[in-house]
């Protein structure tokens, strides 16, 4: 399939430099349902990428979609900022009933504002507001977002630079298998709270992903997550886990935390929750930790209630029996696994690597300009996929956990072609 440019346009001339995935897709979409996106032309792609996570129930879900019409076409209330409606109750209840209660789960619910970077900020606020501390740990190759709390800890240097004053009171750790195994778990940061010469203030919390996307799928094991836990408790810190891209079951379970059989103090969620793409997120915590003052975090789009509504319908369709889409997600986790090995060892040169679990993958390479040429290629047979890690040389697969096993082959077969004609 060729594809064509479009022509310098609005785009180029009014949008701000600041855009990035157009870059890698020059092509103007207008519609889309299920893994399928198509341009204003008619070309059809399909899609490993899923609003970077934002769209775990596909495009245009036909379910989440006929209760929002349906809601919006009784004049249901749109805008609430934190005013009880009943989209929010119904999306209370069910999220208590499907999500919270079965796993033994008392969190209280915040909704902090409509993004991921809310959900971090509400976190680190609350934290530090709990333990009386302004430190917060994070890890390597971590990333939180993009508001000036998350971005320090963050860890992606470009990322960070754009902030334009210091980002301060957060300190990195190593991440799993930072230092290849060589060093211990947790010896350099349990040696620094230990020693009053260290220069490490005592952290109000610890901040981690139990899988890094933007950091290039860098997955932690569970005894190490684990450990981290027992470590918080022991050392009187708050464990936030942010599950904004990898919750919502995109690892299998509906958190990405549960397989290693810990529960956070805190924890954020995004992109998915909403169901349907919409802006929403959410900050859990326990409820010893519930401090705030009325209105002392708060925010004009915190009750989006369409987001409620195709978040009550994607938990009723897809959680509320407990354990299918978890199954079919694994299920769908081994068949992409398979085609990734093959793909290693049919480029043993490349250094190619995978890691991964449920439906997030990466494939490394040794050259980081390997994985960029890898996107394109497939952008051009009608694949949409992105690049992760710190030098851009993991490509990062994200795919609908709604996708049938017949798109996900076509999907992984053009990941390989594009492999292949990219060496």
């Known amino acids: 399939m060729t594809i064509t440019p479009p022509a310098t346009s609005v785009f180029e001339t009014l949008e701000s430099e600041v855009r990035s995935y157009c870059r890698g897709w020059p092509a103007v979409f207008d519609r889309a349902q299920g893994s399928r996106v198509f341009n204003e032309d008619g070309h059809e792609y399909l899609d490993f990428f899923s609003g970077a996570g934002a769209l775990n129930y596909g495009h245009n879900n036909p379910v989440l979609k006929r209760a ?10 749109t805008h609430s900022l934190d005013m009880s409606t009943t989209a929010k109750r119904a999306f209370l209840e069910r999220f208590q009933d499907v999500v919270l209660r079965p796993r033994g789960m008392d969190h209280k619910v915040m909704f902090p504002g409509p993004t991921g970077t809310n959900a971090v900020e509400a976190a680190l606020k609350l934290a530090r507001k709990v333990k009386g501390r302004e430190s917060v740990v994070s890890f390597t190759n971590a ?47 349990e040696r620094l709270l230990e020693d009053q010469g260290s220069g490490l203030n005592q952290p109000a919390a610890v901040i981690v992903e139990t899988i890094q996307g933007e950091g290039g799928i860098n997955v932690a094991r569970p005894e190490w997550l684990r450990g981290l836990a027992d470590l918080c408790r022991r050392r009187d810190m708050l464990l936030i886990v942010d599950d904004i891209q990898m919750g919502c079951g995109r690892t299998g ?101 995978y890691r991964g679990r449920g439906l997030v993958w990466g494939l490394e390479f040794t050259d ?49 072609r594009s492999v292949r004609e990219t060496a």
């Not at 929002?68 to 209330?77: H, K, M, N, T, V």
């Not at 754009?162 to 211990?184: E, I, Q, S």
């Not at 009608?382 to 990062?396: A, C, F, I, W």
């Open 68 to 77: 929002l019409l349906d809601y919006l076409e009784r004049d249901g209330i």
């Open 143 to 189: 990333f939180h977002g993009m508001s000036l709390g998350a971005l320090a800890v963050t860890g992606n240097s470009m990322k960070r630079a754009g902030a334009g004053v210091p980002l301060v009171h957060g300190t990195p750790m190593p991440f799993d298998n930072y230092l290849d195994g060589r060093v211990p778990d947790f010896l350099w940061f």
């Open 253 to 353: 379970p509906f958190f990405s935390f549960e397989e290693a059989g810990i529960v956070p103090d805190i924890v954020t969620l995004s992109k998915s929750i909403g169901g349907y793409g919409m802006p929403m997120s959410l900050t859990l915590f326990r409820p010893e930790l519930d401090i705030w003052e009325p209105g002392e975090h708060n925010g004009t789009f915190r009750g989006h209630n369409p987001a409620f509504v195709t978040a009550t319908a994607a938990l009723d369709t897809y959680w509320a029996d407990g354990a299918s889409m978890e199954k079919q997600t694994l299920k769908r986790g081994e068949q992409a696994e398979a085609v990734l090995r093959e793909i290693c060892a049919e480029h043993p040169r490349s250094g190619a690597r």
């Open 368 to 416: 980081p300009g390997r994985a960029s040429r890898v996107c394109a290629r497939a952008f051009e047979l009608g694949l949409l996929l992105e690049t992760s890690g710190p030098r851009g040389e993991v490509v990062k697969l994200l795919p609908a956990l709604t996708i049938t096993p017949e798109e996900l082959d076509e999907g992984l077969r053009t990941l390989a």
